[in-house]
């Protein structure tokens, strides 16, 4: 009924601030200046002003100086709405008025008078107008504010100095109140404690040492702020993912684990959050924190039951063995009242239960998936994707429901969702291509979405060839380039072309379609229709092979670069294709966690390698002309992160070249680098070229030793170790102002051994048709094939093809990267990759499981004998 009764309100004109004008509002803002001040008045119009700019409504800089001095006059009064009003409207406009520190003393005053409902709104907008060079003058006042026996003034003070330490330089003036901030974490308040402890690790989170310390301390302890509890959980988190001890022998794991017995609901669950999300835990350690959600389940309160299942259906993605238990509680929750605990219910089921109960729990949840909102329609699109791939022979059943969701209204990336997860049954299952196929091409007859439309188009002319009846498809393809836009009818030109490439029977059909094609009105989809014409006319099969069948991955961004640097200077050689480096078309298969990418925010991301295609952002030192980059590894960590300098190293390497960059990152307050080298000892076989030395780094900034290599001539076996040192001058100086004290001393810092591995100078490549080219290459490639054994590990076959696909830098084709069902016994993985030099590789591991052990049978394939015997090398 609430709902009802606003949206009467709105259309009576409920809402008084609807259709404001800037101008108008602005001209009544003058009455701040009436004496004496009519507070009701002023009130309604401060109201006005925090509207608009509340909803996007932008000030220029001499109005909104204008208005803020007009207020400034309502100080004389003494109504408390209007005052607080008045804070209010300091803190929206301190960002855009000039010279608003005018009110400094004013604030000062009310945040140390003796009126309560003034100090802790004063103390938030006196922090927001001041800056750092005036922190000083305030600093006496905060103190005392932390410490306040009113908690709201304490909370206060504590949030707003968490908002000053986003200044560095502020932080340091911040860190002065420690004592207080201590005192302060003692509070018997629930919310002073919680803001306490959040300040105190903002402050100390560049320190490993320090957090670790604070965390131990607390852990022993029993805080009374369920929210400082449930903060002090993530902090051990943050540290557990780190340790490399055992699970059960943490101290860490153990306090985590206790709070699944606290009083707090809150507290409970968030143990169990943390739980469940850690890497590496496994059933045993989880079966606590599941029995705590199937508890949640059967909760009165919606939102525990919301939270509970919603998280157990996170779990049921990796661990749906240890969900079973929970199977009883789920069923239950599919008659839930709200929708969306219904439809997490069953995609949990769908990830846990068996075959037979597959076409239930599908004509359960249609009867209500128009019912709930895109975000849990996804969920749903995930649930099926995994059932797709664990039983297979559902595919049928499973394909037909997404169509009728693919029908059905719905945004861009709900669409999408279910676009790919059909996509992917198509790459898993042969047997589901041709209804997959059907039902996009159905599919595509209505999209309004122009890329989605697109990667459809896209995937018809690489997979609809390869079907029992292609034919089918062509009337769908060419139907969207009589109907659609450019762009898409720029794509079903492809597509068409990829038909009569790989489909001698509609070979000549669609060279006639194309050159109707020719005459299109928009000159990408005439440019593409005459190339594709010209091309397939010539018979030349390697071109047509090497444009339409088995398209070369050429970065695109360096070809745009090159053939712009061709068209102004023409005297230059011709473009050869075979010399720019490879586009890698497949995502990395060892990311760590996006947790892990935050541990220390003193350490900056690497550079996107696309900006350094052509070499461009490195060094250009005289003599070397390394050509084209071919590829950038991931950084490799040289020194631990709690470290007092903070080095990882990544590798471009060149076709010839290897670019050894070093980021260094100082997190030492108290000391300044100057003159920064890296000595490295170089093995045998490379050559020392050059080094750019970095001039100085300063706390808590990240400067870059670039060392110039060549890889030893003649040979593909450049796998390497070389010793590093890095060299330096060490400048102490004030933590506060920055200033050198002392001339410096030299001095020497030992690193992590830089290793050279063949993953390093590896492009993973993901080709469609891996299965013709393994048997293409049989004939005229070097084959080389040895067997190996590696230990059997807790996560069974799925752990060993992470781990071949890491050690030899290849891309999965064909989804064989997945093992589908976990529990198999023995899994073939197809590999495709590019050397260094461009030269192409070719893998299959068949892989069968024993006792303690899996054995791998490993044969490469490869144009360059030496290639084929270095990878399989990689793994003996």
Same mark, same amino acid.
């Given at each position: 009924?609430?709902?009802?009764?606003?949206?009467?309100?709105?259309?009576?004109?409920?809402?008084?601030?609807?259709?404001l004008?800037?101008?108008?509002?602005l001209?009544?803002?003058?009455?701040?200046?009436?004496?004496?001040?009519?507070p009701?008045?002023?009130?309604?119009?401060?109201?006005?002003? $925090?509207?608009?700019? %509340? @909803?996007?409504?932008?000030?220029?800089t001499? /109005?909104?100086?204008?208005?803020?001095?007009?207020?400034?006059?309502?100080?004389q009064?003494?109504?408390?709405? +209007?005052?607080?009003?008045?804070?209010?409207?300091?803190?929206?406009?301190?960002?855009? *008025? /000039?010279?608003?520190?005018?009110?400094?003393?004013?604030?000062?005053?009310?945040?140390?008078?003796?009126?309560?409902?003034?100090?802790?709104?004063?103390i938030?907008?006196?922090?927001?107008?001041?800056?750092?060079?005036?922190?000083?003058?305030?600093?006496?006042?905060?103190? @005392?504010?932390?410490?306040?026996?009113?908690?709201?003034?304490?909370?206060a003070?504590?949030?707003?100095?968490?908002?000053?330490?986003?200044?560095?330089? *502020?932080?340091?003036?911040?860190?002065?109140?420690?004592n207080e901030i201590?005192?302060?974490?003692n509070?018997?308040?629930?919310?002073v404690?919680?803001?306490?402890?959040?300040? +105190?690790?903002?402050?100390?989170?560049t320190?490993? $040492?320090?957090?670790?310390?604070?965390?131990?301390?607390?852990?022993?302890?029993?805080?009374?702020?369920?929210?400082?509890?449930?903060?002090l959980?993530?902090?051990?988190?943050?540290?557990?993912?780190?340790?490399?001890?055992?699970?059960?022998?943490?101290?860490?794991?153990?306090?985590?684990?206790?709070?699944?017995?606290?009083?707090?609901?809150?507290?409970?669950?968030?143990?169990?959050? #943390?739980i469940?999300?850690?890497s590496?835990?496994?059933?045993r350690?989880?079966?606590?924190?599941?029995?705590?959600l199937?508890?949640?389940?059967?909760?009165?309160?919606?939102?525990l039951?919301?939270?509970?299942?919603?998280?157990?259906n996170?779990?049921?993605?990796?661990?749906?063995?240890t969900?079973?238990?929970?199977?009883?509680?789920?069923?239950?929750?599919?008659?839930?009242? %709200?929708?969306?605990?219904?439809?997490?219910a069953?995609?949990?089921?769908?990830?846990?239960g *068996?075959e037979?109960?597959?076409?239930?729990l599908?004509?359960?949840?249609?009867?209500?998936?128009?019912?709930?909102?895109?975000?849990?329609?996804?969920?749903?699109?995930? #649930?099926?994707?995994?059932?797709?791939?664990?039983?297979?022979?559902?595919?049928?059943?499973?394909?037909?429901?997404?169509?009728?969701?693919?029908?059905?209204?719905?945004?861009?990336?709900?669409?999408?969702?279910?676009?790919?997860?059909?996509?992917?049954?198509?790459?898993?299952?042969?047997?589901?291509?041709?209804?997959?196929?059907?039902?996009?091409?159905e599919?595509?007859?209505?999209?309004?979405?122009?890329s989605?439309?697109?990667?459809?188009?896209?995937?018809?002319g690489?997979?609809?060839?390869?079907?029992?009846?292609?034919?089918?498809?062509?009337?769908?393809?060419?139907n969207?380039?009589?109907?659609?836009?450019? =762009?898409?009818?720029?794509?079903?030109?492809?597509?068409?072309a990829?038909?009569?490439?790989?489909?001698?029977?509609?070979h000549?059909?669609?060279?006639?379609?194309?050159?109707r094609?020719?005459?299109?009105?928009?000159?990408e989809?005439?440019?593409r229709?005459?190339?594709?014409?010209?091309?397939?006319?010539?018979?030349?099969?390697?071109?047509?092979?090497d444009?339409?069948?088995?398209?070369?991955?050429?970065?695109?961004?360096?070809?745009?670069?090159t053939?712009?640097?061709?068209?102004?200077?023409?005297?230059?050689?011709?473009?050869?294709?075979?010399?720019?480096?490879?586009?890698?078309? =497949?995502?990395? =298969?060892?990311?760590?966690? #996006?947790?892990?990418?935050?541990?220390?925010?003193? =350490?900056?991301?690497?550079?996107?390698?696309?900006? %350094?295609?052509?070499?461009?952002k490195?060094?250009?030192?005289?003599?070397l002309?390394?050509?084209?980059?071919?590829?950038?590894?991931?950084?490799?960590?040289l020194? /631990?992160?709690?470290t007092?300098?903070?080095?990882?190293?990544?590798k471009?390497?060149?076709?010839?070249?290897?670019?050894?960059?070093?980021?260094?990152?100082?997190?030492?307050?108290? @000391?300044?680098l100057?003159?920064?080298?890296?000595?490295?000892?170089?093995?045998?076989?490379?050559?020392?070229l050059?080094e750019?030395?970095?001039?100085?780094?300063?706390y &808590?900034?990240?400067?870059?030793v670039?060392v110039?290599?060549?890889?030893?001539?003649?040979?593909v076996? *450049?796998?390497?170790?070389?010793?590093?040192k890095?060299?330096?001058?060490?400048?102490?100086?004030?933590?506060?102002?920055?200033?050198?004290?002392?001339?410096?001393? &030299?001095?020497?810092?030992?690193?992590?051994?830089?290793?050279?591995?063949l993953?390093?100078?590896?492009?993973?490549?993901?080709?469609?048709?891996?299965?013709s080219?393994?048997?293409?290459a049989?004939?005229?490639?070097?084959?080389?094939?040895?067997?190996?054994?590696?230990?059997?590990?807790?996560?069974?076959?799925?752990?060993?093809?992470?781990?071949?696909?890491?050690?030899l830098?290849?891309?999965?084709?064909?989804?064989?990267?997945?093992v589908?069902?976990?529990?198999?016994?023995?899994?073939?993985?197809?590999?495709?990759?590019m050397?260094?030099?461009?030269?192409?590789?070719?893998?299959?591991?068949?892989?069968?499981?024993?006792?303690?052990?899996?054995?791998?049978?490993?044969?490469?394939?490869?144009m360059?004998?030496?290639?084929?015997?270095?990878?399989?090398?990689?793994?003996?």
């Amino acid at each position: 009924m609430a709902f009802k009764r606003d949206k009467k309100e709105e259309e009576d004109g409920g809402n008084p601030y609807q259709n404001l004008e800037k101008t108008s509002v602005l001209q009544e803002a003058r009455t701040f200046n009436d004496t004496p001040v009519n507070p009701r008045k002023c009130t309604h119009i401060l109201t006005k002003i $925090l509207y608009m700019i %509340n @909803q996007g409504e932008q000030l220029g800089t001499a /109005e909104a100086t204008e208005t803020f001095f007009a207020m400034t006059k309502l100080f004389q009064s003494r109504d408390i709405i +209007l005052r607080r009003m008045v804070y209010l409207g300091i803190k929206e406009l301190s960002g855009i *008025a /000039e010279d608003v520190i005018i009110v400094t003393s004013s604030l000062t005053k009310d945040m140390t008078g003796k009126e309560d409902t003034y100090r802790a709104a004063a103390i938030r907008a006196l922090c927001s107008i001041t800056d750092v060079s005036m922190l000083q003058t305030i600093e006496r006042y905060m103190k @005392q504010a932390i410490v306040d026996k009113n908690p709201g003034i304490s909370s206060a003070a504590l949030v707003s100095c968490l908002h000053l330490c986003k200044n560095t330089s *502020a932080t340091d003036i911040v860190k002065r109140s420690l004592n207080e901030i201590q005192e302060a974490l003692n509070s018997d308040n629930v919310m002073v404690q919680y803001h306490a402890l959040g300040l +105190l690790f903002h402050i100390r989170k560049t320190d490993r $040492l320090a957090v670790t310390k604070l965390v131990a301390k607390l852990t022993k302890i029993n805080m009374k702020s369920p929210f400082a509890v449930c903060m002090l959980i993530r902090m051990a988190c943050k540290l557990l993912e780190e340790e490399t001890i055992p699970r059960s022998e943490s101290p860490l794991f153990e306090f985590v684990e206790s709070c699944i017995r606290h009083k707090s609901e809150t507290v409970v669950y968030e143990a169990a959050h #943390a739980i469940v999300h850690l890497s590496g835990t496994g059933a045993r350690h989880l079966a606590p924190a599941v029995s705590v959600l199937q508890l949640f389940c059967s909760s009165a309160k919606p939102t525990l039951r919301f939270a509970a299942v919603r998280t157990l259906n996170k779990v049921a993605m990796e661990h749906p063995s240890t969900v079973t238990a929970c199977n009883l509680d789920l069923e239950n929750l599919i008659s839930d009242s %709200n929708r969306s605990v219904a439809t997490l219910a069953i995609t949990t089921l769908l990830k846990t239960g *068996a075959e037979a109960s597959v076409d239930r729990l599908m004509k359960q949840i249609a009867t209500f998936v128009n019912e709930i909102s895109d975000e849990f329609k996804i969920v749903v699109v995930q #649930a099926i994707r995994a059932l797709c791939s664990k039983f297979p022979r559902k595919h049928t059943v499973l394909m037909n429901f997404l169509s009728g969701m693919l029908r059905e209204e719905g945004g861009l990336e709900y669409k999408a969702s279910i676009a790919d997860t059909i996509i992917a049954i198509i790459e898993e299952n042969p047997e589901a291509k041709e209804i997959g196929l059907a039902h996009l091409c159905e599919f595509i007859e209505d999209c309004e979405h122009t890329s989605l439309t697109v990667r459809i188009l896209h995937l018809l002319g690489k997979e609809g060839p390869r079907t029992k009846q292609p034919s089918r498809f062509i009337r769908f393809i060419y139907n969207r380039v009589i109907l659609e836009g450019a =762009v898409v009818r720029a794509a079903a030109v492809g597509a068409m072309a990829k038909y009569a490439a790989n489909c001698a029977m509609l070979h000549d059909s669609i060279k006639v379609l194309l050159k109707r094609c020719c005459l299109d009105v928009d000159d990408e989809v005439r440019d593409r229709a005459t190339f594709y014409s010209q091309l397939l006319s010539s018979n030349n099969r390697q071109l047509i092979t090497d444009y339409l069948s088995e398209p070369m991955h050429i970065s695109l961004p360096v070809l745009e670069k090159t053939c712009q640097d061709y068209v102004l200077n023409p005297t230059k050689e011709r473009i050869n294709l075979n010399e720019l480096p490879v586009d890698i078309v =497949v995502k990395n =298969v060892s990311q760590e966690p #996006a947790r892990k990418q935050n541990v220390d925010n003193a =350490v900056k991301p690497v550079e996107a390698i696309v900006e %350094n295609v052509d070499g461009q952002k490195l060094p250009s030192l005289i003599g070397l002309d390394a050509g084209k980059l071919f590829c950038s590894s991931e950084p490799s960590m040289l020194t /631990e992160l709690e470290t007092e300098y903070v080095v990882r190293c990544i590798k471009h390497i060149f076709n010839h070249h290897l670019v050894l960059q070093f980021e260094i990152t100082n997190t030492l307050d108290d @000391q300044i680098l100057e003159d920064i080298s890296v000595a490295l000892d170089v093995s045998e076989g490379f050559q020392y070229l050059n080094e750019f030395k970095c001039p100085s780094i300063k706390y &808590q900034e990240t400067g870059n030793v670039y060392v110039y290599l060549k890889f030893p001539d003649d040979s593909v076996d *450049a796998i390497a170790s070389f010793t590093a040192k890095m060299k330096f001058i060490v400048k102490d100086c004030d933590p506060l102002t920055g200033e050198v004290q002392d001339d410096g001393y &030299q001095e020497d810092y030992r690193l992590e051994d830089v290793e050279m591995t063949l993953k390093d100078q590896m492009l993973k490549v993901k080709v469609g048709n891996w299965d013709s080219l393994w048997e293409e290459a049989k004939s005229v490639c070097f084959e080389v094939q040895e067997t190996f054994a590696l230990p059997l590990t807790s996560g069974g076959l799925s752990d060993t093809v992470s781990q071949i696909i890491s050690f030899l830098g290849m891309g999965a084709s064909n989804n064989s990267e997945n093992v589908h069902p976990p529990n198999k016994s023995s899994h073939v993985v197809n590999l495709a990759g590019m050397m260094r030099g461009n030269c192409k590789v070719l893998a299959q591991a068949k892989l069968a499981l024993s006792e303690n052990s899996v054995t791998i049978q490993l044969t490469v394939r490869s144009m360059d004998e030496r290639v084929a015997e270095l990878v399989v090398s990689t793994l003996d």
